[in-house]
Structures are given as C-alpha cells and as structure tokens.
C-alpha cells in the first residue's frame, strides 16, 4: 500500500491517499470520502490542476465554461458550485437539441447548437473515447471558442501504441465493432454504460492539430503534490493559433 499527505486542487483541503502501489495502476483510485469536495479521480485532479495553472482563481470564476457530460462529483461538481458562467450539457438523442433535459441541456457534440465565440474554455474528461466523430466533435468545439479560448480534456491514451484507431463504427445504419467491445461508466446511463469508440495513441496531437486547427500541449503527471500519478495522466490543452501582427 502506497499513500501520500497532500493538499487536493479541487477542494483545496488537505487529504491522504492511498494507491496499492506507486504508480496508482488503477486510474479510477479516489480519494477519501472525508474529502469536504467528496470523491473525485486521479483525471480530475489533473484536470484542477491544469486550469489552476492556466487561470488565475480571481479570473477563472469570470469564465464561461462548457461541459459536455459532466460527472456528479469532483472538478465538475466544483465549477457548478463557484463559476456563475459554467453550462453542462449531456446527450438525449430521442429530446430536442438545445432544450434543457434532467439538468443539463441536450448537445450533440458533433453538431452542437451554441453559437460561434460563447465560450472561453470548453472541458470534458474521458469523453472523446466514446465519439464517433471526435475530430468533428473538436472542430465543433473551435467554432464554439471565443479568440484565445481553449479547450482543456482528459482522454486514455495507450503509452504502448503510437497510431489512435477506431474500433467502432456507423455503417449504413448498423454498429460495427471491431475486436471486443469495451464500456465504460457513463453518469447518464449507468446501466448500459458507454461503447468505446476509440482507442488513442501518441499521435493524437498531431491528428487533432491536422483535423481542427489546434494547436496542441499535453501535460503528463508523475506527482506526489496532489496525488497525481499513474497511468494515463495526460491532459491536452487545445488552443487556437493566432499569428502575431507585423509590427
């Protein structure tokens, strides 16, 4: 059993946990329900810890935030708490696109109903794995940023495969699933789950930048402040090139 004493980027309160080894081989470890933000995941710690990097606290509050399919805890639980401009919208293909459905307004994300320019970060976190279309999907979240604006995820990233492939597919009207189908949670639909549509590797910066005009970082976490450590840590921040003006 490995554990650490440290100060948590969410709530800001000051927690132990504990992994059953030091590379915290399970990506879903949390941290203790005494926690005063409650559960929360390795991904949204990082996450927290990205936008505090990024954002100052005073100006981050000021923001307009979109998150598609938040989660009932953590990061998403605290911008619902503390950011006045922060919208969650989920996905209910069978209800109107736009309208407001158990809390969250419906989107699709590949075809989106926000206008251009509302928003100055868009974040989602493990969501891109199970999108048909994630290029579209990001290229749709770049018309929806404003100039400067960013878009900040987390998505599962194979340190063991360099080419990201898709492994599920709409075919004239019929899924297709290649190899073992894959599910994983999903807040929306606890019961059926979520398909894994793809699986990324080491050249998804550069396909997102090829795709949608992103310019790409990743930040990859082996920390101990923060409790911030294990497999599949990466955080991709997504912003638009802007080229300086001639002097």
């Known amino acids: 059993m490995f554990d650490v004493s440290t100060r948590c980027p969410i709530c800001s309160s000051h927690q132990s946990f504990a992994s059953p080894d030091d590379f915290w081989h399970c990506r879903n470890d949390l941290?203790?329900?005494?926690?005063?933000?409650?559960?929360?995941?390795?991904?949204?710690?990082?996450?927290?810890e990205v936008l505090r990097s990024i954002y100052p606290l005073t100006d981050f509050q000021q923001l307009a935030i979109h998150e598609p399919a938040p989660s009932p805890r953590g990061i998403s639980t605290w911008l619902a708490k503390n950011v006045p401009g922060y919208v969650r919208s989920g996905y209910f293909p069978d209800q109107p696109f736009g309208s407001l459905q158990h809390g969250l307004r419906n989107e699709d994300i590949e075809a989106q109903?926000?206008?251009?320019?509302?928003?100055?970060?868009?974040?989602?976190?493990?969501?891109?794995?199970h999108v048909f279309r994630p290029f579209q999907a990001l290229r749709e979240i770049h018309r929806t940023l404003r100039p400067h604006g960013r878009c900040v995820f987390t998505v599962p990233t194979y340190w063991d495969q360099m080419n990201s492939r898709q492994v599920a597919f709409h075919e004239n009207g019929k899924l297709r699933i290649d190899g073992e189908p894959e599910y994983h949670g999903n807040p929306q639909a606890p019961e059926t789950g979520a398909l894994v549509t793809w699986r990324y590797g080491y050249d998804l910066p550069l396909l997102i930048q090829r795709e949608t005009g992103f310019d790409v970082e990743v930040r990859r976490f082996q920390r101990r402040a923060g409790a911030i450590m294990g497999p599949m840590t990466e955080v991709y921040i997504l912003s638009t090139f802007i080229a300086p003006q001639p002097a």
């Open 113 to 129: 109903t926000f206008g251009d320019g509302v928003f100055d970060l868009v974040i989602h976190l493990d969501v891109m794995e």
């Open 31 to 48: 941290v203790t329900k005494a926690c005063p933000g409650g559960i929360c995941l390795v991904r949204e710690r990082a996450m927290a």
